[in-house]
């Protein structure tokens, strides 16, 4: 969960050119906390959840994802290669208003302040004819924008024989 740096220095008066015998020792603890990356439990689908996707409905599942620290960005990104042919990800995590003051340097009255956004991004697709009785397991991985720390969720999509939605023309 972090590392905790140590800086020492010492202070030495100087009379001169010759150095004062009194000299200050002091230290200082840093620490530097690690990202800790989350998918919001609310927001997200519970890992492995199924759903049932028949040919013609259109599927949105949404996905989010933050650091509980709120000190470090997040964004969420698939595993194309587990997607069901045609399914789409939003480009980019929903908009947010983020701050741009440093969590260092943030009035420590405001601690929400600074705090990062989360990530929102959902999955899309409309199961085309054909795709019936197969399943999916679409698979998606919260980073962190520094790449120090991933989790994945994956769920299952199962396209149900004899059952469809109504297209135009129909």
């Known amino acids: 969960e972090g590392v905790t740096h140590s800086l020492c220095v010492t202070g030495m008066s100087r009379a001169g050119e010759t150095p004062v015998c009194s000299a200050e020792f002091h230290c200082v603890d840093m620490h530097v906390v690690a990202p800790n ?21 259109d599927l949105e599942i949404c996905y989010q994802a933050r650091d509980t620290h709120a000190m470090y960005e997040v964004d969420l990104q698939p595993d194309m290669d587990t997607f069901p042919p045609g399914a789409t990800l939003d480009a980019e995590c929903a908009p947010s208003t983020s701050s741009s003051v440093h969590p260092l340097f943030a ?14 991004r959902c999955l899309r697709w409309t199961p085309p004819a054909g795709e019936e009785t197969k399943t999916y397991h679409p698979c998606l991985s919260a980073v962190d924008k520094q790449g120090l720390t991933s989790v994945e969720r994956c769920l299952r ?6 059952k469809y939605c109504i297209q135009s023309g129909d």
């Open 157 to 162: 999509l199962l396209v149900p024989k004899c």
């Open 107 to 120: 009035d420590a009255a405001e601690p929400t302040a600074h705090a990062t956004q989360p990530c929102k």
């Open 37 to 57: 990356v989350t998918f919001d439990a609310e927001e997200s689908p519970a890992p492995e959840q199924q759903f049932h996707a028949p040919v013609g409905c």
